[in-house]
């Protein structure tokens, strides 16, 4: 999401950055970068990373909250914030762990 | 693909009912329908099969073959057939090859 | 949608054959096939049906009802339907102008 | 495309300062950002975005060329330079005019 996109915060809270990092302890593969999460997948090519990346948008689009993301090739980086509380909430973690179990993450 | 699609056959021929039918013995999940290469694929849910359709859809383009293909909520069911030889060719198995491996079967 | 899928009617009705008639009067394309919404849309080519397909699957998502849909290369052939009021209810209708929306018909 | 991507140049070779510029002068909408071509599509919303996204994707597997890209919400920022040869090539440009063909550019 982005300052242009309609999407109401519903109580959200940006957690600090313990609360952050505790919760990154269970959620393979993602760090907090400048206050962002962030995760680079990799898949074995191009239709497969886009596959996956259609799979997200629908799931995004479902919960109002969508992902930054940069592809090339077999590469996805991604970042997820809330804007509307300046950080990192509930929902990035929420959108970041249907992003692994669509990964085949655990 | 069907007749105003420009795809041309290169050389390709309509394998004999008994040429499918051995091929048919390594290729998991699919059958003979009525002339045409037929399977039903099943996801988790829709997010899971359209992400599985879009990872298919860049594969055949490059392959200049597409599937008749219906999707409703989590199944997509395919027909695959080639209608410049007037029934089933090798390029069939190639994408029906493909799709098992992008769903993960064998 | 079909009987699988966790989509609650959230008090909708059937419409009668007499208010599915009279809606369509105001929506471009579509007719009332064996009790269905239904409407056959056609691309330049392959490219763009599927693009559309990627759209309309994430606003179908969004809205918890899917469509019934066959697509092969340039063709995208819909029907829809309702099946918790076993019928046509509102929801198919928006969905359909959704699609000539994203269509780009009026 | 990247340096993982098997992607032979065929031929192609960078073209120069100059002749990128002359190309530009008839492509709407792009610039040459750092040595690549440069874009950034705006749409209406994420589904109309995402939309544009599976339809280039499909183009781009065809021609065996990958876009670098950028997407959050409605907005999707594309840069396009062949590797192969270290610079910008007439496929960028092909790539380029596609994305424009597709987005509803002249």
């Known amino acids: 999401m982005n300052s242009t996109e309609p999407e109401p915060a519903r109580g959200l809270t940006a957690l600090s950055a313990d609360e952050v ?5 269970s959620l393979t593969g ?10 680079k997948f990799k898949f074995a090519d191009f239709s497969r990373a886009f596959g996956f990346m259609s799979a997200v948008a629908i799931q995004a689009e479902s919960m109002r909250h969508h992902p ?3 592809n090339v090739y077999n590469s996805v980086e991604v970042w ?27």
């Open 30 to 39: 993602w760090d907090n970068t400048a206050g962002k999460l962030h995760r």
């Open 80 to 106: 997820l914030v809330t804007h509307d509380v300046a950080g990192i909430s509930k929902r990035d973690f929420e959108l970041a762990r249907r992003m692994n179990d669509l990964y085949g993450n655990p």
């Open 21 to 25: 990092n505790a919760t990154l302890l």
């Open 68 to 70: 930054e993301w940069f």
